[in-house]
């Protein structure tokens, strides 16, 4: 098939589903005319490794324009060389004796194996993941933009994504059409082609104009950072309140982003980023979108009634609540479980939990509290997610004290807590008393852990897992709720801990 093109664009009809594998070339070879005696440009090359073209040519012809000289190039293995293609001598155009189809043949043989030896390496350690690029473009310091994505690699792992390569693009401006300059999308296309990489997962927010030339232009699935903590949510959300929440900020990102259904849009469906209203999502238009959101919100106002009775009863016991919050992954739920001897589900990854939880905490003395464990918090929180979840934050507005977990073996220990507060006093609950738990004190260095202390002085050092330093916490929680009177040695001695049967309150 000849297709033939203007000086302005050619237009290149669908091709078959085959020709989008990563170890596939397009099947196409592009020949256009300069008409100076130039070699093929930088724009040429580019053109050939976005569209994976099985070669460029160039045919420079003369002021009668009689052909001269052809220049060609064809792309090249990722193991073959560090440039990702390479440029044949340039020749007399009736002296070419390439024999370009069997040159593609034998490309595309080399390009299957390694893809499939990429697939092996890959599947040794990440089976059946996905494997991705992180991308990270901002005006901050590049150590920041290194630290952030640090936590996005925890993101992707958490999602099922393995991480293939990451690229930092520091930059004055954001490009408002491909989030940076096309010259850098170049080289993170050649990133992805030596990695045998599928997606590209940006740790932004892309408009949807972006993702949809981003798509465009680079043949690659294209994720941002809240299309992927949606994708966590959507993986781990257990009861039905959580369920609904989810798909409601799903739909709720969605919205803005329905666009008649063509081959950008259709490589962001499925896996990774695709999970929660179903694989129809671009079948639904606004309206219906609308219609379902409205539906979700009715059925959540009746699960926070629900749930504003049960905090009612326990307030009509006259137990004061006391609730835990911090980042993802700071050890709440291992704290909820050590305090209470619960099982709630306590893992070391991102989001484990979702749902609230609740317990009772008893002490000798004959004191209870009722302790709760919400959602982690991370930085950029998802505004969709915000206001989803809206219903199951409401468990911290009626805490009498909340115990912030920080991690204090993280690195970015100072950026999480800061990152907490600043949800706190969005959500309006940075006037509730406080006490501020430095878990995981048990991977801390001595020197490392003053510095800490010095910084918060009123923190507790703790370790939810070994259990040291949980007297002075249980003592702080008793000093601080409000029980009337005191406390005393005895409301503390031993464990000083126990709990109601975990099904007693949930």
């Not at 060389?81 to 001598?89: A, C, D, G, H, V």
């Not at 835990?324 to 739920?333: E, M, Q």
Request: charged share 30%; with cysteine.
């Amino acid at each position: 098939m000849v297709i033939v093109g203007e000086q302005k664009g050619i237009y290149i009809p669908e091709l078959a589903r085959s020709r989008m594998g990563t170890g596939r070339l397009r099947g196409l070879r592009l020949l256009h005319t300069h008409l100076s005696e130039e070699p093929l440009s930088e724009e040429d090359l580019t053109d050939m490794l976005f569209l994976r073209l099985d070669s460029v040519a160039a045919l420079t012809v003369d002021q009668a324009a009689a052909p001269r000289t052809m220049y060609s190039a064809h792309l090249l293995p990722p193991a073959a060389s560090r440039e990702p293609y390479r440029l044949l001598p340039p020749a007399d155009w009736d002296k070419v004796d390439t024999d370009f189809t069997a040159q593609a043949l034998a490309l595309e043989d080399e390009l299957s194996r390694e893809g499939e030896s990429l697939s092996a390496h890959a599947a040794h350690g990440d089976a059946g993941r996905e494997l991705a690029v992180l991308v990270c473009v901002s005006d901050a310091p590049r150590e920041d933009m290194e630290a952030s994505l640090d936590e996005l690699a925890a993101l992707a792992d958490t999602a099922g994504l393995a991480v293939a390569d990451r690229v930092v693009q520091r930059v004055a401006k954001v490009n408002p059409k491909f989030i940076l300059g096309k010259g850098k999308l170049a080289e993170i296309e050649i990133v992805a082609l030596r990695s045998g990489a599928g997606t590209l997962l940006f740790d932004n927010e892309l408009a949807p104009s972006q993702i949809r030339n981003l798509a465009e232009v680079t043949e690659l699935k294209i994720l941002d950072r809240t299309q992927l903590i949606l994708d966590i949510f959507a993986q781990n959300a257990r009861t039905r309140s959580g369920k609904l929440q989810v798909e409601m900020a799903q739909l709720k990102y969605l919205q803005p982003r329905l666009v008649k259904q063509d081959r950008a849009m259709s490589r962001l469906m499925g896996g990774i980023g695709g999970r929660g209203p179903g694989e129809t999502k671009l079948e639904i238009d606004r309206r219906r979108i609308r219609e379902r959101i409205a539906r979700i919100k009715n059925e959540l106002s009746g699960l926070r009634q629900r749930r504003a009775a049960a905090r009612a009863g326990r307030s009509g016991a006259g137990l004061p609540v006391v609730s835990l919050v911090g980042y993802t992954n700071a050890g709440k739920s291992t704290l909820l479980n050590t305090l209470t001897g619960s099982e709630v589900l306590a893992e070391n990854r991102l989001f484990a939990t979702l749902d609230p939880t609740t317990r009772r905490l008893r002490f000798p003395s004959e004191r209870e509290v009722i302790l709760t464990d919400t959602v982690g918090f991370i930085r950029e929180l998802p505004k969709e997610l915000m206001e989803a979840f809206r219903a199951t934050l409401e468990e911290l507005e009626s805490a009498d004290l909340l115990v912030q977990v920080a991690d204090a073996s993280h690195r970015e220990v100072l950026h999480q807590i800061r990152a907490v507060e600043e949800i706190l006093r969005d959500l309006g609950l940075d006037t509730i008393p406080r006490i501020l738990v430095m878990n995981k004190w048990d991977r801390m260095e001595e020197k490392a852990g003053r510095e800490l202390l010095s910084r918060f002085p009123g923190a507790i050092p703790v370790s939810a897992l070994s259990r040291e330093g949980l007297n002075p916490l249980v003592t702080e929680i008793l000093r601080r709720a409000p029980f009337g009177g005191g406390v005393t040695a005895r409301d503390v001695e031993g464990d000083g801990i126990w709990c109601d049967p975990p099904d007693a309150l949930q």
